[in-house]
């Protein structure tokens, strides 16, 4: 028995489309303006904007991330037929109890991994805002040096992010 | 939804025109194939930078802000689904019909004169769905999604892929996506791509280098080997992979085929590095008995008389680099032997020298010889040196008939070569009668012998502006080797007649009459039609092969006969090999489905006679 809920549609369009084919893609392009083999006509703003896609759905992600353990449970198979004729007094713990089970078999350890992740590409993303805000109009290429290993270490940090959320399962399991 | 037509490409992408070197890609993928209204496909353009790739799809309403420095490749983008361009309100479905057609527009067909495809990059999960305020809004005429388009088994890119594999076997696929490799591993190399680069991966841009190297169909570069037909795309690409790690090659073809040409051409580009390296040629046929020595390994001061200096042999100026040994099979016994050593001991002892040098060279032999027959017979090839070379990859080059799309960019070179070789030479353009006489001809001496068909039509017309059939002469010439396999070498050439009318005249020439329906008229009416219908067959084939025959000598040319005969779109690349299956397909019939010419409608033909013989064999 499976249920594929909303959940699992908007993992695709945050984790997917946004962060693996928008944030880290952008990611890889800015570090090619540093590195000189993409030359746009203002780097300093081709540099905001690719950076800057990940305050346009990041706090999404993170909600996305908090949903999880509600709307994933195989507890919600208790709102419908045939789990929701269970007699209150038996929903009353074996709900719980399914839930936790689910929690036990690596899901808890899955979901704290991928919010850990999402913490520390969060805090790269500022490390890096504050290096962009140093630079000069028009920048060198020596300039860019510091912001270049920066780079590198948020899109390590990115994909390890993605990697986690791919790793959360794409349906509802029965326990 | 917009209803697709699989036969032509909705919403019709423009490509850029490019006179661009580099190979050329097709990207198929929901998010970067998308076509946005309004404002630039940023997540495009990120992608271009990311891997290197210069965007020529041409459907971009903006010019770009930015430029990608030393390209790998240049793309051409497609959704893969319809509509190419959505908005709010659309709804996004996969049209496997139209990725189909937009991938044979870009393939080696006879409708396709432009770039062909070198590598495909192709997605594996596309989103499919309502456009809604929110999808648009995060990535302009993306839809929402749907359950079942993130499960593995039932990716749309894996449903394309099968389909590549299906129509297009030669076309290299590569899987671009951002799922993790080993979930999908199985499943693409089951469905036969090529490989796999993450979307993620920082290294995208060199793995897809080495995709393109390994893979990928691109014609030389540096238009040293010129041509851009599928076998000789196919045979670049296996002297790549054979040549890697700078193993001993050996190129077969038959003469002027451009041996020489493709061991430049490994030399430049045999490895993934690109680096380099010393090119030395060797004509085999010119090592004398008494100079060999010397040429080959060199010789020390004082070796022998005359020798004033110390002098390094071919193989020691090779060395770091290639060794080309053209015409292998022409080479004295006693050369055959000197070499062999220097194989095996990768060490060279020059003429008067006491001890040897170490070199690190590649050895890359050419012949158009069977070598096997002389080794056999063991006077003229050392087996010894035939097994070492046998132990080497082997790379056949195709002879010109089997890539005769080529013939018109080899022309217009031999063109400009001999008009600039030639002082007084005007400026011309190449007819089409000229051009259909030259493509019509089946080249036993290959390129060579265009070459000096070409040289001499300019050479003998300098002062006009135009290359027309009548400046061609081709003159007779038979293979002397019995290598180029003699049951397929077409008899000598013979200047086509240009103007023959359309086959299809004789028949269209019959009078319309209204259909009698008197039995008196329609008794044994099917048998004398078929009677009639056959004898007007055998009329339009041997209208054709008498267009094709020598006066002087009766030698027919079946292939250029078959040309005539046949249109374009039912040719394929291998046209000798057609036009004898066609004869034969007249003579014998086909599986019980296709009937025969009468015994007796061939009989009154001398021309058919003939061409039942050479299709049929003697016996027939």
């Given at each position: 028995m499976s249920i594929s809920p909303q959940w699992q549609i908007d993992r695709g369009q945050l984790n997917h489309n946004w962060l693996q084919n928008g944030v880290v893609v952008a990611l890889n392009h800015a570090s090619g303006i540093c590195t000189g083999t993409v030359r746009p006509r203002d780097i300093t703003r081709s540099l905001s904007e690719d950076i800057n896609r990940w305050q346009e759905r990041s706090t999404e992600l993170s909600s996305l991330l908090n949903r999880f353990v509600v709307e994933m449970s195989p507890r919600i198979y208790f709102n419908s037929p045939p789990l929701s004729r269970c007699p209150e007094e038996t929903r009353s713990w074996l709900e719980p109890l399914t839930h936790e089970l689910w929690l036990q078999r690596g899901m808890r350890e899955k979901i704290d991994a991928a919010k850990a992740a999402y913490q520390k590409a969060d805090s790269a993303f500022q490390k890096i805002y504050a290096e962009l805000s140093n630079l000069p109009s028009s920048p060198t290429t020596d300039d860019l040096k510091p912001a270049c290993s920066q780079l590198q270490t948020l899109i390590a940090r990115c994909q390890a992010l993605a990697d986690s959320i791919s790793a959360l399962p794409h349906r509802v399991l029965c326990c | 939804m917009t209803s697709s037509d699989h036969n032509s490409v909705p919403n019709d992408t423009t490509e850029s025109a490019t006179s661009s070197t580099l190979p050329r890609i097709l990207v198929i993928d929901d998010m970067f194939g998308r076509q946005v209204q309004g404002r630039p496909n940023r997540e495009r353009a990120n992608l271009c930078g990311m891997y290197g790739l210069r965007d020529v799809t041409g459907d971009e309403p903006f010019p770009s802000d930015e430029e990608v420095v030393n390209p790998t490749a240049e793309a051409v983008f497609f959704r893969g689904q319809q509509p190419l361009c959505a908005t709010v309100g659309d709804s996004v479905e996969n049209d496997l019909g139209a990725t189909i057609a937009f991938v044979r527009k870009g393939w080696h067909t006879d409708a396709n004169s432009g770039p062909t495809w070198a590598l495909v990059l192709l997605d594996l999960c596309f989103y499919t769905g309502a456009v809604t305020p929110d999808s648009n809004n995060a990535f302009a005429g993306m839809p929402v999604g749907r359950a079942g388009d993130d499960d593995a088994r039932s990716y749309f890119g894996l449903t394309i892929l099968k389909r590549l594999r299906e129509e297009f076997p030669e076309l290299p696929v590569v899987i671009l996506s951002s799922k993790q490799r080993e979930e999908v591993s199985l499943l693409f190399t089951e469905a036969g791509a090529l490989g796999f680069i993450s979307r993620t991966d920082s290294a995208g841009r060199s793995l897809l280098g080495e995709y393109l190297w390994r893979h990928g169909l691109t014609p030389d570069p540096s238009g040293t080997v010129v041509g851009t037909s599928l076998r000789l795309l196919l045979a670049l690409r296996k002297a790549r992979r054979e040549a890697e790690g700078r193993q001993n090659v050996l190129i077969r073809g038959e003469?002027?085929?451009?041996k020489d040409l493709l061991a430049q051409y490994l030399n430049r580009y045999g490895t993934l590095d690109n680096e380099r390296r010393p090119f030395v040629t060797v004509d085999c046929g010119a090592l004398l008995p008494s100079i060999w020595k010397s040429e080959l390994l060199g010789h020390k001061r004082g070796a022998y008389t005359g020798a004033d200096s110390d002098r390094q042999g071919l193989v020691v100026q090779a060395n770091g680099g290639d060794l080309f040994l053209d015409e292998i099979g022409n080479m004295i016994p006693e050369a055959q032997e000197g070499l062999l050593r220097v194989i095996e001991t990768r060490e060279v002892v020059s003429v008067g020298a006491t001890s040897g040098r170490v070199v690190d060279v590649r050895f890359i032999a050419a012949t158009n010889k069977s070598i096997e027959k002389a080794a056999e017979a063991g006077t003229e090839f050392l087996p010894d040196l035939l097994d070492r070379l046998n132990f080497t990859k082997t790379i056949w080059l195709p002879p010109l008939r089997e890539r005769r799309s080529d013939i018109p960019l080899l022309v217009e070179r031999f063109v400009r070569e001999a008009e600039s070789s030639c002082e007084v030479a005007m400026n011309r353009q190449i007819r089409p009668n000229a051009m259909n006489a030259l493509l019509a001809y089946d080249w036993p001496g290959n390129i060579r012998q265009l070459q000096s068909v070409v040289r001499d039509a300019v050479n003998s017309h300098r002062d006009v502006e135009y290359l027309v059939a009548g400046h061609l002469h081709f003159g007779i010439d038979i293979p002397a080797e019995a290598e180029n396999n003699a049951a397929d070498v077409i008899p000598p050439i013979i200047s086509p007649a240009v103007d023959l009318p359309p086959a299809t005249e004789p028949v269209a020439e019959q009078p319309e009459r209204p259909l009698s329906t008197d039995p008196k008229n329609l008794n044994g009416s099917f048998d004398r039609l078929v009677a009639g219908f056959h004898e007007q067959i055998a009329d339009v084939v041997e209208a054709c092969l008498s267009a094709y025959?020598?006066?002087?000598?009766?030698?027919?040319n079946y292939t250029g006969a078959y040309r005539l005969a046949v249109s374009p779109s039912e040719q394929s690349s291998n046209v000798s090999g057609d036009a004898k299956r066609w004869f034969r397909m007249l003579f014998v019939g086909k599986n019980g489905l296709v009937a025969p010419l009468p015994a007796e409608t061939v009989a009154k033909r001398p021309l058919l006679m003939d061409a039942r013989r050479w299709a049929c064999g003697s016996g027939s």
């Open positions: - | 003469r002027g085929t451009g025959s020598d006066p002087l000598t009766g030698k027919v």
